[in-house]
C-alpha cells in the first residue's frame, strides 16, 4: 500500500480522536486508550453513524501503527464520522490542506531562519514555560474553591515543590520544563498525578474527583444533618429528572440502569461503594447531567 494513504489515515486518526474529545473524556494519543475509552468510542462511533469496529480491529489499525489500511467500508465510516462525505472526499480535502500547510512552511522555514540568523544569541537561551492550571469538580464542572487543593510539583532533578489552590481554584507554575508532572488532593478529594505537556491545547482544565466518602464520613461524625441535606439538594438540582445512568460492571458482565433517586442513595451514603466509584463519562444539557456512566472498583 502506498505511503501516501498510510499517511492520510494516520491524520485521519487524529481526527477521530478530535471528534472524540469533543464529547467525552480520554487521553490526546488514541494509542493511550484503553478498554473504557475504546468501549465508549464504539458507542460514540454508533450512536453517530450507526456503524461498528471491533475490539481486535481498533487495536491492530488505531493501537499499533499498520502497513496496510483497513477495508473501504470502514475508511468510509470512520470519514464519516469526522465530518466528512467519505474516504476519498477526506483525501482530497487534507491534500488541499496539506498544499496550502507546504506553502505557508516554505515561508514560515525562510523567515525563521532569518530570525535565526539576527536573533540566534537570544534562540538559545533556555525559555522559561508558564502552566496554568484550574481544578473543576469532576461530576459538576464547577471550579473547586471552597477547599484548597494541595499540590506536589514532582522533578527528576530537584525535590518536590508543595502549593495550594488559590482562592479562584487555579494554580499557576513557572518553569523551564517543557512538561510538568504534579500531584493533586485535599482530605475531600481524591489524589490523582496529572502530567501536562506546554503544548497541549488541554492543559489549563484540570478535574479533581471528589472523595465524597470522606465528606459524608465527615457530616455523619459530626451529625452535621444540614450541610448533608444541602448536600443532597445541590445533587438533585444538578442531576435532570429523566438522566439515563448506567453502571458498568468488569469483564464483560453486564450493565446496571439506575434511577436518579437510586444513585443519589448510592452517592450521598459514607459507604464502601461510594469510595470506589469512578465516573466514565456524563453529558450535561443546559446545566444538568442527562446522562452519566460509572463503574465501583
Known amino acids: 500500500m502506498e505511503k501516501t494513504n498510510i499517511y492520510y489515515f494516520e491524520l485521519l486518526k487524529k481526527e477521530l480522536v478530535t471528534t ?10 488514541i494509542e ?8 465508549l468510542f464504539q458507542e460514540d462511533l454508533f450512536d453517530k453513524v450507526k456503524g461498528k469496529v471491533s475490539e481486535k480491529w481498533f487495536y491492530t489499525y488505531c493501537k499499533n501503527t499498520s502497513n496496510k489500511l483497513p477495508r473501504i467500508d470502514i475508511l468510509n465510516l470512520l470519514s464519516t464520522y469526522v465530518g466528512y462525505e467519505n474516504w476519498n472526499d477526506f483525501m482530497i480535502k487534507n491534500q488541499k490542506s496539506s498544499t496550502k500547510r507546504t506553502l505557508k ?21 533556555p525559555t522559561t514555560h508558564k502552566f496554568i492550571f484550574c481544578f473543576v469538580d469532576q461530576i459538576t464542572d464547577v471550579p ?12 527528576k532533578t530537584e525535590s518536590p515543590l508543595y502549593f495550594k489552590s488559590d482562592s479562584l481554584g487555579c494554580f499557576e507554575h513557572l518553569t523551564k ?48 444533618t444540614k450541610d448533608w441535606k444541602a448536600h443532597k439538594q445541590k ?14 460492571y468488569g469483564s464483560r458482565l453486564g450493565v446496571e440502569i439506575y434511577s436518579k433517586s437510586n444513585f443519589i442513595q448510592l452517592i450521598s451514603t459514607p459507604t464502601k461503594t461510594l469510595k470506589n466509584i469512578k465516573i466514565l463519562d456524563k453529558v450535561i444539557h443546559k446545566g444538568k447531567i442527562v446522562k452519566l456512566k460509572f463503574i465501583v472498583k
Do not use: C, M
Not at 472524540?20 to 494519543?29: E, G, M
Not at 493511550?32 to 468501549?39: N, Q, S
Not at 474527583?209 to 464520613?217: G, K, Q
Open 20 to 29: 472524540f474529545l469533543k464529547t467525552h473524556s480520554a487521553p490526546n494519543n
Open 177 to 224: 520544563e517543557k512538561q510538568l508532572t504534579f500531584i493533586v488532593g485535599s482530605p475531600y478529594h481524591k489524589t490523582d498525578t496529572i502530567t501536562r505537556t506546554i503544548s497541549s491545547n488541554t492543559n489549563s482544565t484540570v478535574r479533581v474527583a471528589s472523595d465524597d466518602y470522606a465528606l459524608l464520613l465527615d457530616y455523619y461524625v459530626n451529625n452535621n
Open 235 to 248: 445533587l438533585e438540582n444538578l442531576i435532570d429528572d429523566d438522566v439515563e445512568i448506567y453502571r458498568f
Open 32 to 39: 493511550d486508550w484503553k478498554g473504557e475509552e475504546i468501549t
Open 144 to 155: 473547586i474553591t471552597k477547599t484548597p487543593l494541595h499540590i506536589t510539583v514532582l522533578s
Open 105 to 125: 512552511k516554505s515561508f514560515l522555514t525562510g523567515l525563521v531562519f532569518l530570525v535565526s540568523i539576527v536573533f540566534g544569541r537570544y534562540l538559545i537561551q
